[in-house]
């Protein structure tokens, strides 16, 4: 097993990501949203598309009628924010019991009302980060008191608190990730985070003492995914605030 020496830390360079970079820290909320809608999906195929309910008296002017499967899938269309599922709603018609609210009109209307005040939630969590978003001033690594593992101290200026990622890299043989993980951070925040020795070791076998590695730090603001009233995509994420204007990344040269 290598044993690695005392850590010295050169300052290298800073800047934004690139990306790739960008892509490799941002939170994995795409393949939540791609799973949690595939199965809304399913779950509204294996209904009867005759099944239906009606004489709904107690209910809203133009819900008093639907098809059971058709309701289905703009609840779907909403939730997910997604119009093309519109397309898959049918006005059941109905002599005495209005049926407009289960229509194909009604489902875009909904849509795009959930994605506009979705995007203002957004925009606005933007605008207050702008503020004072926070940022990386600096990192240091130090033996962790068991002597063998280490610690990351991020030394963090910034004032929006809030959830964020934070990502450790070491670039000088590929990407190889040393610690990733989500905290709220704000001006107080003294964050230490833990990295076995081990852990290192099977990701880059040839690490070794007395030569530079360059290392990347990344602080991601997580902006969420939205919930069962509303879920974002990734690609609408993207458009509204993207990785790259809530992300601030450093890098030092580090040898171990």
């Known amino acids: 097993m290598i044993v690695l020496g005392a850590i010295v ?11 790739a970079a960008i892509q490799a820290v941002a939170p994995a909320s795409g393949s939540a949203y791609d799973e949690l809608r595939a199965a809304a999906v399913t779950g509204c195929q294996k209904i009867d598309p005759a099944d239906y309910q009606s004489g709904l008296f107690f209910n809203p002017d133009g819900y008093r009628s639907y098809y059971v499967q058709s309701e289905c899938f703009q609840r779907a269309a909403v939730e997910f924010r997604d119009p093309t599922l519109c397309s898959l709603v049918k006005q059941r018609g ?3 019991s209005s049926s407009w609210g289960y229509s194909p009109g009604n489902c875009l209307k909904l849509v795009a009302q959930g994605a506009a005040a979705d995007r203002a939630v957004l925009e606005d969590v933007k605008r207050r980060y702008l503020q004072a978003p926070m940022r990386l001033r600096d990192f240091r690594l130090e033996r962790n008191g068991n002597g063998r593992d280490f610690d990351i101290l991020p030394i963090f200026s910034g004032a929006f608190g809030h959830g964020y990622v934070l990502q450790f890299e070491l670039l000088t043989e590929g990407n190889v990730l040393v610690a990733r993980s989500g905290h709220y951070l704000d001006a107080t925040s003294n964050i230490r985070l833990f990295v076995r020795h081990s852990d290192l070791l099977a990701r880059m076998p040839r690490l070794t003492r007395d030569r530079p590695y360059l290392m990347r730090a990344t602080v991601l ?3 969420g995914s939205g919930g069962p009233s509303g879920r974002w995509s990734d690609a609408f994420i993207e458009a509204v605030f993207p990785a790259r204007e809530r992300s601030h990344s450093i890098e030092k040269d580090v040898r171990f």
């Open 94 to 96: 109905a002599f005495f």
């Open 221 to 223: 603001l997580d902006v």
């Open 9 to 19: 830390l050169l300052v290298h360079a800073t800047g934004s990501l690139g990306h």
